[in-house]
Nanobody, 112 residues
């Protein structure tokens, strides 16, 4: 059974940074592409970024390109999202996702 546990969210001022983590278990982590998705208040789920198996290929939504960086540590079965230059519109619950499975999410709030 796939289990994904996100952490690292919090309250940050505009322009600040946060690093999210996602600990994965119940799967051969290194074999899978992994995603970060987010859901802002009163909005639908939005894809943010994907990292493919091996970590050499990444893709980003235009809204976060140049500000967010996805990475993975296959030895630790952990996915990361480094978020810099945060904006109020980045406020959302962030989930790691694989094959339709998501964790419980971690709240990111960007506000002064």
């Amino acid at each position: 059974q796939v289990q994904l546990v996100e952490s690292g969210g919090g309250l940050v001022q505009p322009g600040g940074s946060l690093r999210l983590s996602c600990a994965a278990s119940g799967l051969t982590f290194s074999a899978y592409a992994m995603n970060w998705v987010r859901q802002a208040p009163r909005k639908g789920l939005e894809w943010v970024t994907t990292i493919y198996s091996g970590g050499g290929v990444t893709t980003y939504a235009d809204s976060v390109k140049g500000r967010f960086t996805i990475s993975r540590d296959d030895a630790k079965n952990t996915l990361y999202l480094q978020m810099n230059s945060l904006k109020p519109e980045d406020t959302a619950v962030y989930y790691c996702e694989m094959g339709g499975s998501r964790g419980q999410g971690t709240q990111v709030t960007v506000s002064s």
